[in-house]
């Protein structure tokens, strides 16, 4: 019902930057909540980020806490991902989702996921 679609992954350097954007279309509303998930290989899909409809609240992993922020522009139905001083660490396949309430997104039970792109960050 609802496509995500990423854009913005690539390479860079330890404490560089980088946008991630997640545009949404097909059947898509501005009252979803959305959010970055991440996969690190061998590793689990651990929350990243959230943003409700209006933005009023969002929330964060701990470690991303300061360096990245999520915001949306509900008019284009996208969601953004900033990625500020990352870190080697960071280096994982980021996931958009968009799901129906903020605590759903959080969770990581919506019911829509992007495909992935690919942050790499070198030291």
């Known amino acids: 019902q609802v496509q995500l679609v990423e854009s913005g992954g690539g390479l860079v350097q330890a404490g560089g930057s980088l946008r991630l954007s997640c545009a949404a279309s097909?059947?898509?509303?501005?009252?979803?909540?959305m959010g970055w998930f991440c996969q690190a290989p061998g590793k689990e899909r651990e929350f990243v980020a959230a943003?409700?409809?209006?933005?009023?609240?969002?929330k964060y992993a701990d470690p991303v806490k300061g360096r990245f922020t999520i915001s949306r522009d509900n008019a284009k139905n996208t969601v953004y991902l900033q990625m500020n001083s990352l870190k080697p660490e960071d280096t994982a396949v980021y996931y958009c989702?968009?799901?129906?309430?903020?605590?759903?997104?959080?969770?990581?039970?919506?019911?829509?996921w992007g495909q992935g792109t690919q942050v790499t960050v070198s030291s």
């Open positions: 989702t968009a799901g129906f309430t903020f605590n759903v997104v959080v969770a990581g039970t919506s019911d829509y």
């Open positions: 097909g059947r898509t509303f501005s009252s979803y909540a």
């Open positions: 943003i409700s409809w209006r933005s009023s609240s969002t």
